[in-house]
Structure formats: structure tokens, C-alpha cells
């Protein structure tokens, strides 16, 4: 929105801008904020930067956690949330050495940096785009309750099924129906789609703050899961929007008495929600994964792209499916797909080739597995380095076993089970396969030794205190026992 300070601060002045808020990435994928009055900020401290501490960030260990971000001016926008004029700007992370600044490598946008610079330095490539399709629902409440004696989480939707025999989301008094069957949300539309309106706030507030949106509908889930697809940009950049969008989304349903969560599955034998990631590459503004000749018109690079990612799919899944309950959605024979694999218009593949993707600056594959709980900085990455490691090393899917399949992979004989592989059933699992297979996240440094590490004892902590946890379906089966 700015190139450099004079322009920001003309625009503070003009518009009486009177807060300005600071926002830091943290490892898990969460927005951190500090704010200052807008009289006190000065160009200065775009170069000394503001001090916070790292360890809340999970940054560094608390006795030596020292650290500074500096704002980056060309990630400002308007703050769509606050009451008063404010503008909001995404901070890099530094750490002190020496009294000096230096880069902090850990940091998740330094990460997407770092691999943006990579891929411009193989030289068959200066441009990755990648377009993510963001489901989530929106619903109307949320408890939940853990006590060593009471375990409970109860969610409700206005729109849900189970709600056709009650009358406390209607002001009249009395059910109106129009309630969504289990699983028939898809395109639904008015008057069984309760968050219509509330979308187009949502949409609008995205396309005016730099998000653009290529468009919105109500998805599988009958509660209320909907979907937001945005248009392409290049890592970093969707990056920003990525924690932009989430931030504009939650608070613009908070204002108007919803919430949403974008958590993978948290309704039983309801769809669950991913964020299936799409992406081509360019070279000097040209594509080049299209070939007229090539399997579904894509070229020996696209393929050899889909290659790699198919090849570290299961390391993968540490970054771009790193919650318990990711494992919830990625389950064999429902939904969301596990077999590693690719096709053609096959959502039951890993990898989906869009067969409405014709034109050579449109031709592009979809990684289908990813859900939102994923650092988006690190997911993309992830995703990218995978491809890159895939065209370098000229990893052939088919020579790999990794298809095409052009059949629904939920399908499948015990037989043809036993020649494919499948992701990772669960986080431990996710994590057991990125300790395998590491090496190419940290090709050209992109990702250390130590974010990884981070990742891993994150995950492993996640899984073993959700592993620990009594189930309500333990007790239906074996309290009587």
C-alpha cells in the first residue's frame, strides 16, 4: 500500500490515523499485536525496530530472549477491526548480535523469503503463484470444558439440521425450517444459507484491503462451512493474506454476532475443512508447466513438480496438516483425500489437475491435504521446496508408482490398496516422516535445522497431550466392561 515512510505518514496525517498496530507472525501460525499512537511513530523505528520477548513467540528460550521486529511499510492497510483510525503493519523479526540487527532465520516470513530467493536462484524459475481455497465454518456458538470430572464441547449452527425442531435463533419466536441436511450444504443458497450476507461483509472487507477474492459459497457442511477462494500471488505475499484474511473473517463474524473456526473437523460425520492449495510457476513471465503434448496438458517440469511433492507428501504433512485434529479430516474413504497420488478432475487424489484449466498462463495442479491450522509462511514453503527438490532431481511420478489414477482412490480393492501409499494417519505419524525425510526443506537454507526441531517437539507435545485425553466414545464402549 506505501513504498516508504513520507507516503505512510502522509497518509497518517490526511486520515487522521490515530493507532498504529504491529503484527508478528509466531511459529504455531498466530497474529501477535502491539500497538503505539500514531503520534509516536517516526521513520527511526523502522531501523531500530520495537523490543518484545521471543520466548512468547516461541521463538527463542526464555533467558536469552531478547528481540526486535521492523515493520515492513509495504504490508500496511487499514485496520478494518478497530474503532478508532488505525493502520496495521506486518514486522520482520530480528535478533541482537552484537548490538547489531540480524535476521532471525526462524522467522516463518523470513522462511517464505528464503524460498522465494531460492527458487529465483535454480533458473528455471523467478515466480511460484499459489492460490489456496479456504473452507471454514460459521456458526453461532461454542463451549467447551475439561476438567479432570467433565469433558464437553458443544457447537451450534442457526442452519444445522438439528435445529429444524427449535425456535432460539428467531426473533419471532417460532421456527421458520429451511435447515441444511447432514452433508447437503454445497451451493446451497437462500433462504437455507444463513451467512450469506455476512460473507459479502466479509468478501468486501477482503477486496479493500488487499486480499482479492475470486469468489464465496456455502460448502459441503450443513452447520455453516463455507468457502472463501482467493486469487494467485506469489508466497510471501499470500502469506500476508493468508493471516489477513483469517484476521478480517474472525473479527468481521465476531462483530456481527457469529464466530467462525477454521479447525479441520470439528463436527462428527460432518464435511471437514481444508485449504487445498493451488500453484504454478513462471519464468520471466511465462509459463511453464503447460504443454500442449504433456498429460493433461501439463509439462515434464509440472510433472516432475508433482513428483517431488508426491515423493515428501507424508514430511509434508508436518507443516501443512500439524494439529490432532487434521487427522480427524484426512481420513481413508471420506472426504478428504489420502492416497498419494495424482489425476486428472480426481478429487480423491492428493494431486487434482483441474480439466477446466486450458490456457498455457493458467495450467496448474492442486495439493488437496492442506487445512488452515498450518503456518501459512511454512506451508507454502514447504510446498515449494518439495516441487523444486522434484524438478531438480527430475522425479518422475509415473516411474515413482504415484499414477495417474483417473478412478475414485476411495474405492479401491484390498488388491490395488496394497500398491499406493497413503499420508500420514495421524500427527505422530506426520512427524516420524518429516524426521525421515528433512533434507529437502533445508536445500539452500531455507528451513534450519532448528525450525524444524521446533516443529517436531510442537507436534509431538500436541499429539501426546491430546493422546493422554479420555474420550466420550471410550465410555460408550467400554465403561461397561
Request: a negative charge; one cysteine or more; glycine letters at 6%.
Amino acid at each position: 500500500m506505501f513504498k516508504n515512510f513520507n507516503q505512510l505518514a502522509a497518509f497518517i496525517k490526511k486520515n487522521g490515523i490515530k493507532i498504529i498496530n504491529f503484527k508478528v507472525t509466531d511459529l504455531a501460525g498466530r497474529w501477535h499485536n502491539l500497538s503505539i499512537l500514531a503520534e509516536r511513530f517516526s521513520e527511526d523505528l523502522l531501523t531500530k525496530g520495537l523490543g518484545f520477548d521471543g520466548s512468547s513467540y516461541g521463538f527463542l528460550t526464555v533467558e536469552k530472549s531478547d528481540m526486535v521486529f521492523l515493520p515492513d511499510i509495504t504490508s500496511a492497510f487499514i485496520d478494518p477491526v478497530s474503532e478508532m483510525p488505525a493502520i496495521s503493519i506486518v514486522g520482520d523479526v530480528y535478533t541482537l548480535d552484537n548490538n547489531d540487527h540480524k535476521r532471525f532465520e526462524d522467522d516463518p516470513r523470513y522462511v517464505a523469503e528464503k524460498a522465494e530467493n531460492y527458487l529465483s536462484k535454480t533458473g528455471f524459475s523467478d515466480c511460484c503463484l499459489f492460490g489456496p481455497e479456504f473452507e471454514f465454518y460459521i456458526i453461532d456458538s461454542l463451549e467447551y470444558r475439561i476438567e479432570p470430572n467433565h469433558i464437553e464441547v458443544h457447537l451450534d449452527s442457526e442452519q444445522a439440521g438439528w435445529n429444524a425442531f427449535a425456535s432460539a435463533y428467531d426473533e419471532l419466536g417460532y421456527n421458520q425450517g429451511y435447515k441444511v441436511l447432514v452433508n447437503k450444504g454445497y451451493h446451497t443458497d437462500l433462504p437455507y444459507d444463513k451467512s450469506y450476507n455476512l460473507r459479502n461483509k466479509m468478501v468486501c472487507l477482503l477486496e479493500e484491503h488487499g486480499v482479492p477474492v475470486k469468489y464465496h459459497h456455502c460448502e459441503n457442511g450443513s452447520p455453516g462451512q463455507v468457502e472463501i477462494e482467493v486469487e494467485f500471488a506469489a508466497l510471501r505475499e499470500m502469506g500476508d493474506r493468508t493471516q489477513k484474511l483469517k484476521y478480517i473473517v474472525k473479527n468481521t463474524a465476531i462483530q456481527n454476532g457469529k464466530t467462525v473456526t477454521f479447525m479441520p473437523k470439528p463436527f462428527y460425520n460432518e464435511a471437514g475443512s481444508g485449504m487445498h492449495i493451488h500453484l504454478h510457476m513462471f519464468n520471466k513471465g511465462q509459463p511453464i508447466f503447460y504443454d500442449k503434448n504433456g498429460y493433461s496438458g501439463l509439462s515434464d517440469t509440472a510433472l516432475y513438480a508433482i513428483g517431488g511433492i508426491l515423493r515428501h507428501s507424508a514430511a509434508l504433512t508436518a507443516f501443512t496438516n500439524p494439529s490432532t485434529n487434521s487427522y480427524k479430516r484426512l481420513v481413508p474413504g471420506y472426504e478428504a483425500p489420502v492416497t498419494i497420488c495424482y489425476a486428472t478432475a480426481n478429487r480423491s487424489a492428493v494431486i487434482r489437475i483441474p480439466a477446466y484449466t486450458i490456457q498455457p498462463q493458467d495450467k496448474r495442479f492442486e495439493f488437496r491435504p492442506p487445512d488452515a491450522t498450518a503456518n501459512p509462511y511454512l506451508c507454502y514453503s514447504a510446498l515449494l521446496m518439495a516441487a523444486i527438490d522434484g524438478i531438480e532431481k527430475k522425479i518422475n511420478p509415473v516411474t515413482e508408482g504415484f499414477g495417474p489414477y483417473d478412478k475414485n482412490m476411495y474405492a479401491l480393492t484390498d488388491k490395488e490398496k496394497k500398491r499406493v501409499k497413503s499420508l500420514p494417519k495421524s500427527l505422530s505419524e506426520a512427524a516420524d516422516a518429516l524426521e525421515k525425510d528433512k533434507g529437502f526443506l533445508k536445500n539452500g537454507g531455507v528451513f534450519s535445522e532448528s525450525i524444524i526441531s521446533n516443529q517436531l517437539e510442537k507436534i509431538r507435545r500436541d499429539d501426546e497431550e491430546a493422546g493422554k485425553m479420555p474420550h466420550p466414545v471410550e465410555f460408550k464402549k467400554y465403561f461397561d466392561l
